[in-house]
């Protein structure tokens, strides 16, 4: 079954550069969310986005921003790159949360950016 | 303010060696709770959800349980393979799932 998918897998930046990151979500699913890992930290909610359109926001911070487009991959644009953006950046996808319950998040691999 | 909080931080185990971690929450309006294993620069992977006060599901040696404040993840004679971290999650207000630290066991043969 396919996953979701997300690139690249590893990505070595400097200081006050810029990065994009990727992610494709499963077939069928029109939620994409982001979440931010530091080393032996738990996962960071950043964004969500359901129909190309941003549902919710959580700590993302303001030099990055993100988009869903319409075949529902979404991108990470993370501009002005510090050295505590090193981190795992995972993808997650779902269908829509229906009625009173919260759906299940399937995760793809990670980004791991290292800032320099 | 949404928050999970999990216990111990870390635990070891031996072989065999049954034990249970603990996940308190604190959210308006509980809509799931989920555990998770991810492992070393892995994605998560998803084990269960509860939904409701009294609920209980098992999968292999793992059996998670739901109160109205809190989760518990017991593991019965568990084995070098279920080392890993395991993560507690909220579905709370909105499209957000709030993560707990996570719990990293280390399981000894």
């Known amino acids: 079954a396919a996953g979701v998918i997300q690139s690249p897998r590893h990505l070595i930046k400097e200081k006050r550069e810029t990065a994009t990151l990727k992610c494709y979500p499963i077939?069928?699913?029109?939620?994409v969310y982001w979440y931010q890992q530091g080393p032996g930290q738990d996962p960071q909610f950043l964004i969500s986005?359901?129909?190309?359109?941003?549902?919710d926001k959580g700590s993302i911070p303001d030099r990055f921003s993100a988009q869903q487009f319409s075949d529902y991959h979404s991108e990470l644009n993370m501009s002005s790159l510090e050295l505590g953006d090193s981190a795992l950046y995972f993808c997650?996808?779902?269908?829509?949360?229906?009625?009173?319950?919260?759906?299940?998040?399937?995760f793809g691999a990670g980004s791991r950016l290292t800032v320099l | 303010e949404d928050q999970v909080t999990q216990s111990p931080e870390a635990l070891r185990l031996q072989e065999g060696e049954s034990s249970s971690l603990n996940c308190s929450y604190t959210?308006?309006?509980?809509?799931?709770l989920f555990w998770y294993r991810q492992d070393p620069g892995k994605g998560p992977e998803f084990l269960f959800t509860?939904?409701?006060a009294g609920e209980e599901k098992e999968k292999e040696r793992l059996k998670a349980t739901l109160t109205k404040k809190e989760s518990f993840l017991h593991i019965t004679a568990p084995k070098p393979e279920d080392s890993a971290t395991y993560l507690c999650?909220?579905?709370?207000?909105?499209?957000?799932?709030?993560f707990g630290a996570g719990t990293r066991l280390f399981v000894k043969a």
């Open positions: 959210v308006s309006g509980l809509r799931g």
């Open positions: 077939p069928r699913h029109d939620t």
């Open positions: 999650a909220v579905g709370g207000g909105g499209f957000k799932t709030i």
């Open positions: 997650a996808s779902s269908k829509a949360p229906q009625g009173t319950g919260a759906n299940v998040l399937t």
């Open positions: 509860l939904y409701s």
């Open positions: 986005f359901y129909e190309k359109m941003q549902s």
